[in-house]
Structure formats: C-alpha cells, structure tokens
C-alpha cells in the first residue's frame, strides 16, 4: 500500500494553547493513532510530540518499515507536533515513528507514547486500535459516589494478574477474560469490596513487576485485547466491585522504543540527572516543570477513568516525586528556589491531578503510596494538601510487623509498637497496606514471619489481620495472604493454590472472609475510619499481658463495638475490661474459633456489671482466647 500523507489535523488553536500551558487533560483524543474517515477514504491519523526532529515518518508493516514512505507534516505554530492522515492503515496495523533528531543527526524508531495497544512484548510496536465497547455497568457508574465514598467500607485484593493464578496445562498466564470469570468470583468470594491491579500497562521486563512501563495508554498485550481488559474491569462492576489501578508517574525505563531521548533530546526526562535519573530504579525521571509533560502525566490518569471506567488510582512512589533528595547523598541534589528539599514542580503537579480526577470524576478515589511524614497528603487541595483521598500506612505496616515476628513472651516490652499508630492515625486518611513489597527479597511470607510452632504462626496470622481489620483506616492485603502462603511471592508462579487443600490455610481464608463481612456489616468500623471520633482506647497499657482493649464507634452510638487482642498464647480467663454502658455483651468474632482453625475458646452471653473500671462506670469480665482477638457488641 502506498499512498501519500495527506495533511489533516486534530487540534485546534485552543488545543495547543492548553498543551503548551499544561492544561490539556485529553491528550489521548488528539495525540496517536486514530482510525478516520477523511474526505470519503479510511484510514489512520498520527500524531506525535517530537519537537527537536528534523523529520518524522511513520513506518510499519504496512510499508515494510521503510523509512520515508510516510512522511509526517510539522504544525507551523512550533508546536513541535508531527502530524497527518494514511488512508488505507486499518486496525491491527503495527507501527513506530522513525525520527531523525537535530542532536548529533541520531536516527531514532519509537513507539507511540499514546497508542492504545502494543505487541506482546519482547516485540516493541505499538498497534493501531481503537476502544469501542458496549459497557453493562451503569449501575455501578451511578452509585459509586455513594460505594466509594469514605465514609464506606475499603477492603483492598492486590493483585499481580501474571501470577495470581496459571494455566497449568499450557503454562501461561490466565488471559482477561478468563480472569473475569475466575478471579471475579474469587475476590466476590471472599469479600473484598475493592481490587487493585499492580500496573498493567504495556511493559517490556517482566521482573519489573510492571512498574517499568513503556505504553502509558494500552493494557498489556500478555493477557489480551484492550477491550478483553474492560471486560474484566465490567465483570468487577457487575459483581460490585470497585477496580484501582497502580498509576507510576514517577520514573520510565531507558529502553530505546520508549520515552527516553525521545526525539534526540531530553523530551519527557528532565535534563539535569540529579533531578532526571534515581538512582535505585536506574531509570529516567519526568520533567515534571516542563508544560507539555504535565499535560501528558495528568491525560494519562485521566485516560483510565474515562475510558477504562477505573474507580481509583493508587499512585507509586510518591515519596520519590515529592523530594529531591529522595536516595541521594549530598552534593547529589540542588535545592529548591527556596532553599528546600521539596521538588515544587511535583508538589504542583500532584495537586493539579487531583484537582482534575476529583473535579471531572464522580466518585473516585487516588491512594498515595508515600512512606514519609510529607504533610497533608490526603487533605484538600484548597486548604494546601496534596488532595489524594487516601494514604499508605507504611508506619503501621512496618511497626506491626516487626511487632508480630517478636516472640510472645518478649512482646511485653515492645507494647509501644503496637499502639504507637494510634497518636497519629487521624493526620491523614490512611489504608493500612499488606502489600506485594512486604512479601519479597527475603522479608519472608507474612506467615513466614510469624513465631512459633506451626498452631501458634497460623494464630498470630488470624490475630494480626483481625487487628488489622479493627484498626481504623481502609484495609489493602496482597494476594496469597488470604491463603497463609508459605513462600515469598514469585513474579513468574501462580500462588500455591494446593494449600487449601490444608485446615489450616483453609482457615486463614474463612478467617479473611469473615474480617471482610465484618467489616461491611459494622458501620462502627467504616463510618468514622478516618477520624478520631471513631476510636476510643478502653486500654493500651497492660504490657504484662500485651493485651489491647478498644472501642470502634460510627454515628449510632448504640451500635459501637469492643474489640480485644490478646498478643501471647495464654487464656486470660476472667479479664476485666471497662466499658460505656450497661447492658450484656455479646461476642460476634472470634479469631480463635475453631472453623478458622483455633482452640475455640469463647465468650457466651455476658452480663455487663455496675462496677467502674479502667475509669468507666461499668464492666464485664470476659475470656481472651490465646493469640486471639475478640469483637463484642452491647445489647
């Protein structure tokens, strides 16, 4: 097929002005490749950024990759925007740019940083495509608002879809639609309310886990089309629940058809490496001050929400944006123009996307993963927050894991650890994170750190995430943890599945299901999760026991619940616990049950006693199962 490029445009005047401002979010509807009719012929509009290119052609296999056939037209208004229509370039086409830079006359071929679709890697073309679907999740689009909001239940299933489960038979990953029967049903199975996908956009290195991304705009090819992906995400919506995806616009890779040099020079990479390169990724960092990049950054996010129908984001590496010493030694970094270690330029564009997510999305959510004491994070814009909606606890994380991989008998002078989230649980709106991280390069699984024999590990496990679910906050738990996995998580192997065939994994699982119907069903531990108003401690300080007493309240007063760990592998049996009104106390979960694979010590209906106690007018005495956590309500 040869036909000659004919000139033909997408943007307006405004168009630009917006790009050049860093005020254009729809990046995607003008930037690409776009499959049209012009002037009665069909065909494929390209466009492409590539302002230091002395030429642009677009080659594929519709031209036999020769360079020179297909010549883009430059914008004459020094947009740096390479543009044109090719009639006869249908769907499916594979396709790069080849660009001939100014700088040192470098002759580049790279893929589309909009296209919809890409080979499966290692191949690196990017695949003309368009994102027509019939969606069926009206229902869920209309009461997300009311769903998501934070005032409800947030119960997270992380997910690495290339390994939560195989085809054993033909050793390959699951595809989109297999997925959207099997593990559809699975996280409606146990109960989450939520997934989140580690980030499946296009990326070319499968140990990078996805966080090393090429193809901003297309789903990765190794599980299916784009339009499987959005059956996936409908299946979610349809069984009601909600999908978050990892968003990463914190570093890109070097590989030669991606975004780096893009066109000869640093495009999309900031150009001093002390602000342009991280070192511990080894890989480029956005020039999050150049306008055009701001635009690209914020139409990305934009992209999945409108036409993916995502309900969140959760956002990598935050910590990494927001300084610019960030695992840099001095004399590795230069100061802010005020003298400070902050990166304005990020500072600024994080607020501006969730200005524009929050502002154009009804009931959606953005999570920042930001492991720092970085004020106001999950706070509004408008009062000089960040504005994401949540934040990640990596505080509680790493204080109740090192607390738990303690044995019990030494627990009593470590209690600190384990209430000291409490002084600042309500600075932020904070998801308590179990994640992928947690469960490599040596940390062990979560039951691998637990201590003990055999009884006492799957114990501490059922104690740990029934602490967790009591603890105020949203709740995120990566795949596998559910099931008392035994190893670290591999990238490359589905989890073990075969050990549920075992009561004891099998408990574990029951065990998360229950946390998560608890957790729908009690307003007490989603109506306040975020605010001090929804905690009140009975008792943190009995060390000699390294027991917790607390109460968890949402708007109804009367419908609070009482909630005790007990962290050592003795029975306290007559143990007296202060509480707010009379009544009896009636015990609704208990982590020690037998069905979870616990000794099944219990509490029957208790009589709650005038008697003042931990300076509180009434009292009971209860039973605290060993390495258990008890949930009472008041009748």
Not at 129 to 141: A, C, R, T
Not at 544 to 572: E, H, W
Not at 576 to 597: M, R, T, V
Request: with cysteine.
């Amino acid at each position: 097929m040869k036909k000659e490029v004919q000139a033909y445009s997408l943007f307006s005047d405004f168009d630009i002005s917006l790009f050049r401002a860093g005020k254009h979010f729809r990046l995607y509807e003008k930037f690409g490749a776009h499959l049209l009719e012009v002037n009665g012929e069909e065909g494929v509009y390209f466009a492409v950024w590539a302002p230091s290119a002395k030429s642009v052609s677009v080659i594929g296999d519709f031209n036999h990759w020769l360079e020179g056939e297909h010549p883009l037209n430059v914008r004459w208004d020094e947009s740096g925007i390479w543009e044109g229509f090719i009639p006869g370039v249908k769907k499916g086409v594979k396709y790069k740019y080849k660009i001939h830079s100014h700088h040192n006359d470098m002759m580049l071929e790279k893929a589309d940083p909009y296209a919809l679709s890409c080979e499966h890697p290692p191949n690196t073309a990017s695949v003309v495509w368009e994102l027509g679907y019939k969606w069926k999740d009206k229902k869920h689009m209309t009461s997300r608002k009311e769903k998501n909001s934070l005032d409800k239940p947030f119960s997270i299933y992380e997910v690495h879809l290339g390994s939560w489960r195989r085809n054993m038979k033909e050793d390959r990953f699951l595809t989109y639609t297999e997925m959207a029967d099997e593990l559809v049903s699975y996280v409606k199975e146990t109960g989450f309310t939520h997934v989140e996908f580690m980030p499946i956009m296009e990326y070319p290195y499968d140990p990078s886990w996805g966080y090393q991304l090429t193809g901003y705009f297309a789903p990765t090819s190794r599980f299916g089309t784009p339009q499987e992906f959005m059956q996936l995400i409908d299946a979610f919506h349809k069984a009601g629940i909600g999908v978050i995806l990892d968003w990463v616009p914190s570093h890109f890779p070097e590989d030669k058809h991606g975004l780096g040099r893009f066109d000869g020079s640093h495009l999309y990479e900031h150009p001093d490496p002390r602000k342009g390169y991280h070192p511990d990724w080894k890989s480029l960092i956005f020039n999050y001050g150049r306008n055009e990049v701001r635009s690209f950054l914020i139409s990305n996010a934009v992209f999945w929400l409108d036409k993916y129908h995502v309900d969140g984001l959760r956002v990598d590496a935050v910590a990494s944006m927001l300084y610019l010493d960030y695992s840099r030694e001095d004399g590795e970094w230069e100061p802010n123009e005020q003298g400070g270690r902050e990166n304005l330029d990020a500072i600024s564009l994080l607020r501006e996307l969730n200005k524009e997510v929050y502002g154009s999305f009804e009931g959606v959510q953005t999570i920042a993963e930001e492991s720092t004491s970085f004020p106001m994070v999950s706070r509004p814009t408008d009062l000089g927050g960040l504005g994401f909606g949540m934040k990640w606890m990596m505080g509680w994380m790493h204080d109740t894991l090192e607390y738990f991989k303690k044995d019990p008998v030494y627990r009593q002078y470590h209690q600190n650890d384990i209430t000291f989230s409490m002084t600042y649980a309500f600075t932020e709106n904070f998801t308590l994170p179990l994640s992928h991280d947690e469960v490599v390069y040596g940390k062990k699984s979560i039951l691998g750190r637990m201590p003990g024999d055999e009884w006492q590990r799957f114990a501490n496990l059922r104690t740990l995430y029934s602490y967790m679910f009591t603890h105020p906050g949203a709740k995120l738990l990566f795949m596998g943890a559910e099931i008392g996995q035994y190893e670290e998580w591999d990238y490359n192997s589905g989890l073990d599945w075969k050990l549920l065939d075992h009561e004891y994994h099998k408990g574990i699982k029951a065990l998360l299901t229950d946390l998560n119907k608890l957790y729908r069903n009690q307003p007490a531990l989603y109506e306040k999760q975020f605010t001090a108003e929804g905690f009140e401690w009975i008792a943190y300080d009995d060390k000699q026991n390294s027991v917790l007493s607390y109460i968890r309240k949402g708007k109804d007063p009367k419908a609070s619940l009482i909630i005790v760990c007990n962290f050592t592998p003795t029975v306290l049996s007559e143990y007296s616990i202060g509480l707010p009104a009379s009544g009896k106390l009636k015990e609704i979960f208990n982590s020690d049950d037998k069905k979870y694979g616990g000794s099944g010590v219990k509490n029957k209906l208790i009589k709650i006693s005038p008697e003042s106690f931990h300076g509180r007018e009434h009292s009971a005495k209860i039973t605290i199962p060993p390495l258990g956590c008890v949930v009472f309500q008041i009748l």
